[in-house]
């Protein structure tokens, strides 16, 4: 084990030495995104993710903050999410102010459940992959939209993909 933590601080070191010379730059930024679909629920979620990372060459690393609420029209009944994704982003340039990328993350989440005189609550990982676009409106700020994903639910032991607009997410990232 010890053995183990001198390697991981290593590769960690490694990898940061290799990003300080690829030129390099952090980043920070987030989405807001709000999903709604009728079904005889009635389920309207909104998702606020504050975002950190690090671009080097045509790849960047960071971790998304999630925290979302759904609603369940009709009923008294709420669903909370809090979690961490971290992920890697690899960019395929298409011009100087646009890219299409591929993200792959994890998905580390806490979701809980209240209904009246029920509170039910649990830990899940979700492995995930995600296409996206970004357009660099500046040298410092740039939008970046996701529309679908292929995820592994681990709490419902499923794989799903949704493409559908719900699946649509925006958002603002600056540049340092």
């Known amino acids: 084990m010890k053995h183990m933590k001198k390697k991981l601080l290593i590769t960690i070191i490694a990898v940061f030495a290799l990003c300080l010379q690829a030129n390099a730059q952090w980043f920070v930024g987030g989405y807001v995104r709000m999903d709604s679909y009728i079904s005889n629920e009635g389920v309207s979620t909104i998702d606020i993710s504050p975002d950190v990372g690090y671009t080097f060459g045509r790849w960047s690393v960071g971790v998304a903050f999630n925290s979302y609420v759904s609603f369940y029209f009709g009923k008294s009944f709420t669903s909370y999410d809090i979690g961490a994704d971290p992920y890697a982003e690899y960019y395929f340039p298409i ?12 998905g580390l989440r806490y979701h809980k459940y209240v209904e009246e005189g029920f509170d039910y609550g649990y830990f899940n990982f979700i492995p995930y992959v995600a296409p996206g676009i970004e357009f660099m409106l500046s040298d410092h700020w740039s939008i970046l939209g996701h529309i679908g994903r292929l995820q592994w639910d681990n709490h419902q032991k499923n794989i799903s993909f949704s493409a559908e607009g719900q699946a649509l997410s925006m958002g603002l990232y600056y540049n340092f």
């Not at 011009?95 to 994890?106: A, C, P, R, V």
């Open 95 to 106: 011009n100087d102010f646009l890219s299409f990328f591929i993200e792959g993350g994890l």
